[in-house]
């Protein structure tokens, strides 16, 4: 049994197990998750409920989600005065899934982004971000139907991994003076600096799992998105490892854009690469040509925004963080603290995000009764306010009657 230096294990539920890569699932899996600032404990709770009513739907009185609470954040920091205790790293390390709402990053040093401090220290490589359209979602373009990407984010890498030094600072003299006086660049002294690592272990394992996921999900074509035509060695190098990844992995079963010929075969999976900002375009112009994105961290990040607008919004739009044995889930949106407490924001980010999770466990028949009654709940235009206010005749509900109205719908598989 794991033992916590401040907090108390759970009284009831067990461990998920990893080995060799697969989950081991016991009927009644401890979960913890971390309710989150500003509007995280009204969607947290949300939350829970739908998933709760969608396991007992799915499977009776056999299998339950044992929920284990676990700090960050501003409530670490009320009740512990950290803002991410250690134990909940050990938490999260020790039993592997997890459902997480939104942090806010504290003021005036410490962190610079607990989101990212999270994804860092428990190496959780791997940003998936499903972007689906739900059918009466109001949108901004005239084919929204079209958009149904799943972007894989390579999460620790890229001007995201931190090392950078402020202006004027010591460490950014040296830097500037090594890189003009040995390297013959010339670098203006009163710069900040920052770094872009790109290695081949962490683009090859990203876009690993992401092809194992289309062939899993029996998706058409892998992406490799880019800007390698200015930087060769660290994008550019990304998608030709990308390639290199492919004919010595999964020679079987893919096959590349350059070396098709006519259709792609039914039992394969195409690769193909796009250059960034031409991805940008292509996912308004010829959205349903692509199916999953593999990306660096920056590309990954503007291009899961820009898909999540095209099928009304981030409020839609579920997320995870997954590593080799840690897959922490959540809410893709921010802590918009002046609805904090209210009863009033739309929770489903959170609620698909939970989906990503049941799906994880392999609770799918869980999964499919949410998503069912998410859709119905749409339908009937029983909405939050951000959507209310763009639905002819829709009628506008709290966050928790949002919840029971989903519960409402809920019919057996």
Known sequence: MNT?????????????????????????????????????PDIMRATRRVLDAA????????????????????????????????????????????????????????????????????????????????????APVKEPWKMNMVIF?????????????????????????????????????DSGIGIKPVSETGSKRLIRKAIRYALDRKRKSVTLVHKGNIMKYTEGAFRDWGYELA???????????????????????????RIADAMFQQILTRTDEYSVLATLNLNGDYLSDACAAQIGGLGLAPGANIGETVALFEATHGTAPKYAGQDKVNPGSLILSGVMMLEHLGWEAAGKVVIAALEETIRQKKV????????????????????????????GV
């Open 384 to 411: 939050t306010y951000d959507l209310e206010r763009q639905m002819e005749g829709a009628v506008r509900v709290s966050t928790s009657q949002f919840a029971e109205t989903i519960v409402g719908n809920m019919k």
């Open 247 to 273: 004919r010595e992995e999964f020679a079987d079963r893919t096959v590349a854009e350059k070396d098709l010929q006519g259709t792609v075969p039914p039992d394969k999976v195409l690769i193909n690469d």
């Open 153 to 189: 984010r390579e999460n620790t890498e890229d001007v995201y991994s931190g090392i950078e030094w402020v202006r004027g600072s010591e460490e950014a003299k040296k830097v500037i003076a090594f890189l003009n006086e040995e390297m013959g660049c010339t670098i203006r002294a």
């Open 4 to 40: 916590f230096e401040k907090f108390t294990p759970p009284a009831e539920g067990e461990r998920i197990r990893v080995k060799a890569s697969d989950l081991q699932v016991p009927y009644r899996p401890v979960i913890p998750f971390i309710e989150g600032d500003g509007i995280g």
């Open 55 to 138: 396991v007992e739907k799915a499977y009776g009185q056999e299998r339950k989600l044992c929920w284990y609470e676990i700090y960050a954040g501003e409530k670490a920091h009320e009740k512990y005065g950290e803002w991410i205790p250690r134990d909940t790293f050990e938490a999260l390390r020790y039993y592997s899934v997890a459902l997480k709402g939104p942090l806010t990053t504290p003021v005036g040093g410490g962190f610079r982004s607990l989101n990212v401090t999270l994804r860092q220290e428990l190496d959780l490589y791997a940003c998936i971000r499903p972007v689906r359209y739900f059918e009466g979602v109001p």
